[in-house]
């Protein structure tokens, strides 16, 4: 899914677009409160914009940039713009079997400081979490499940596997 596809089907593109710029705008593999401080920096940027209209959506982009946090926690509810947000942050999950292994080596290199081991159980951890949940529990929009539920399951279990043996 790109931008092209989904502009049509979200009710503010000026907002998922502030929200995917400042989601991951802090990121430390170390830190445990990154989505809080990227969201300090986007009230940074709002309070020095000035911007009328930003402050008009900023109550929504806060929102989204919070609920990467804890994507499988958050409401379905709350918006369908919020939805299609929390699926492309995960897309990377459903991609080529090729595109999914360059992602997971860059996610090891990250927590490289983590040793193997506990790296593994708790990676391996995450990722049972994931399907758990399920392709209805991953992505919340029919598009995204119809796009990249299969094959998420799939890379996931795959990975898993390797992380386990």
Not at 49 to 76: A, E, R
């Amino acid at each position: 899914m790109n931008e092209i596809e989904l502009e049509n089907r979200l009710k503010s593109l000026e907002t998922v677009q502030y929200a995917i710029w400042f989601h991951d705008i802090i990121y430390n593999p170390k830190s445990h409160d990154n989505e809080e401080l990227s969201l300090e920096e986007f009230k940074k940027f709002q309070l020095e914009s000035q911007s009328v209209q930003l402050n008009q959506i900023s109550d929504d982009i806060q929102l989204m940039i919070i609920s990467t946090k804890n994507h499988i926690k958050t409401s379905h509810d709350i918006s369908m713009d919020l939805n299609y947000f929390l699926d492309m942050d995960l897309s990377i999950l459903g991609t080529s079997t090729e595109q999914y292994q360059t992602y997971s080596e860059s996610i090891r290199k990250e927590y490289i400081h983590i040793d193997i081991d506990k790296y593994r159980q708790g990676r391996s951890s995450i990722l049972k979490g994931f399907i758990q949940h399920g392709i209805n529990g991953l992505y919340r929009t029919p598009e995204f499940r119809d796009t990249y539920g299969q094959k998420s399951l799939e890379n996931l279990q795959s990975e898993i596997n390797k992380l386990t043996t």
